[in-house]
């Protein structure tokens, strides 16, 4: 089987070209979504090039109809391939039309990260989208029951996939260990829909040290910082990528060295039950290193932070919550190194890339087998 994958953003390119050709990481192989193991299952994979012409890719930006340059190259290389995969919910809007109208004959999977309001405008495209689209890969148990709940999709047209952290990405590389007895640090890093201001807030009445790495955009803006709390951020925001203030490896010693991880998050009110999966990779990157967590709540998370006992829940916007949460970390400091322990073991168990990629294997021979016919793909149980 064959396939061809797109991605919604550049660099994708050249992380897979690395792992092809063996070479050092450059950010965690979780970030190839799954097709780094495929080949385990008999699924090759072609990555169709993030960018040919640029003038096409800004025609579809603006009729919002996903990415157009990609798209035009797809409808040309389509018969080359049993499957399209798409990381991206947004890229291929234009692939799912044909494919709906019937001009577009390939099999079209395609990665969900949200649910959606239930309305009655998305009554409507939601059902489009189920239609046109042979496999929703949904990342929540919450999304994926919205949509058969509130959407009536088929569960057949669905499959839930834990994704996690290729752990080794991370056990490759050695880190100084943590202290107990050193000055507790808390680190935070990230730029999509980050809170600095309600963290710096409570890390302003916090005797201990609070670095963030960040973008200039995002980078908190409240008037008082105290000396505790260290920013670093890149000026460069034209790149893929180029806001990373430090690079993965820096950014993973720095981790090695927290004592705890924090994720505050900006999510208004009318997001509550929509908020896309931000955060979720600093998460990923804290179970990996066996660190606790702090994390704004995001109720369309996988992965249950108190439940699993790896870390603590903020409500959004909440200071005083922020400053109770560290606190309890700071005070507890043999029951945060638990947490630490829980989170790791939770991904070397559950929660990580090769069972991800066999999810995602499965969810893709399924999609081909319905459509093409084909009885005889070598699916394992």
């Known amino acids: 089987m064959k396939i061809l994958c797109l991605f919604d953003y550049a660099s994708a390119d050249r992380s897979w070209e690395r792992w092809q050709n063996k070479l050092e990481r450059e950010s965690p192989e979780h970030h190839l979504w799954g097709i780094t193991h495929l080949h385990k299952y008999g699924i090759y994979v072609d990555v169709l090039p993030y960018e040919k012409l640029s003038?096409?890719?800004?025609?579809?930006?603006?009729?919002?109809?996903?990415?157009?340059?990609?798209?035009?190259?797809?409808?040309?290389?389509?018969?080359?391939?049993?499957?399209?995969?798409?990381?991206?919910?947004?890229?291929?809007?234009?692939?799912?039309?044909?494919?709906?109208?019937?001009?577009?004959?390939?099999?079209?999977?395609?990665?969900?990260?949200?649910?959606?309001n239930k309305n009655k405008l998305n009554q409507i495209l939601v059902k489009l989208f189920a239609q046109a689209h042979d496999k929703i890969l949904c990342l929540s148990s919450k999304t994926e029951n919205r949509l058969k709940n509130d959407f009536g999709v088929d569960k057949n047209k669905l499959a839930l996939l834990d994704w996690g952290p290729d752990l080794p990405s991370y056990d490759d590389y050695e880190f100084p260990r943590y202290d107990i007895g050193d000055r507790k640090v808390f680190v935070s890093a990230g730029n999509e829909s980050r809170d600095y201001n309600t963290l710096v807030q409570a890390f302003n009445e916090v005797d201990s040290p609070l670095k963030i790495y960040c973008a200039k955009k995002s980078a908190p803006t409240v008037n008082l910082i105290t000396p505790n709390i260290t920013i670093q951020y890149s000026q460069r925001e034209t790149l893929a990528l180029a806001w990373k203030a430090i690079s993965w490896q820096e950014l993973l010693s720095e981790y090695a060295k927290a004592y705890a991880i924090t994720i505050p998050l900006y999510i208004p009110p009318h997001r509550i039950n929509t908020t896309p999966l931000y955060g979720v990779t600093s998460l990923l990157d804290a179970m990996a290193m066996g660190k606790p967590v702090i994390m704004t709540k995001h109720r369309q998370a996988n992965i249950d932070v108190e439940k699993e006992k790896i870390g603590l829940w903020v409500e959004p916007g909440d200071v005083k919550g922020w400053k109770q949460a560290v606190n309890y970390l700071l005070e507890h400091p043999?029951?945060?190194?638990?947490?630490?322990?829980?989170?790791?073991?939770?991904?070397?168990?559950?929660?990580?890339?090769?069972?991800?990629?066999?999810?995602?294997?499965?969810?893709?021979?399924?999609?081909?087998?319905?459509?093409?016919?084909?009885?005889?793909?070598?699916?394992?149980?």
């Open 334 to 381: 043999e029951e945060a190194q638990e947490m630490g322990n829980r989170g790791r073991i939770l991904a070397e168990q559950k929660y990580n890339l090769e069972i991800f990629g066999s999810q995602l294997a499965r969810a893709l021979k399924t999609s081909a087998i319905a459509v093409e016919g084909k009885l005889n793909f070598g699916l394992k149980n």
């Open 55 to 116: 003038l096409i890719k800004r025609i579809g930006e603006k009729l919002k109809i996903g990415d157009l340059d990609q798209q035009l190259r797809v409808i040309f290389l389509a018969h080359n391939y049993d499957l399209i995969y798409s990381t991206c919910q947004t890229s291929t809007l234009l692939l799912a039309l044909l494919r709906i109208i019937g001009i577009f004959r390939t099999p079209l999977v395609v990665k969900l990260e949200r649910p959606f």
